[in-house]
């Protein structure tokens, strides 16, 4: 977890640190429709490397955003959501797909 005087003292920086990959806004947009598994979340997210998902999700769940849940079952069951915090990300990712829509049609 990044202690708060390690981040940055611009709020948008702070937002940037955080969320601010492109595989880790993807996440949320996946974790935002439901709980996920690490293979569900491996397939929706084409081009990902195994490594660079584990790493994100893991500084996700260090950073208070994702809640990873382990069922300590044989074969072993992992899954993924979002907290609070991460929940409270929603409308900043309506906004981006809102936007990315309207530069589309704009941009035929």
Known sequence: MIK???LPECPVATTVQLIGSKWKLLILRDLLTGTKRYNE???SLSGISQKVLTSSLKSMV???IVIRTDYKEVPPKVEYSLSE???SMKPVIET???WG???KQENK
């Open 41 to 43: 979340l491996k397939k």
């Open 96 to 98: 981006m797909a809102q």
């Open 4 to 6: 708060k005087e390690d």
């Open 85 to 87: 915090l991460g929940l």
């Open 101 to 103: 829509q309207y530069y």
């Open 62 to 64: 260090e950073d208070g």
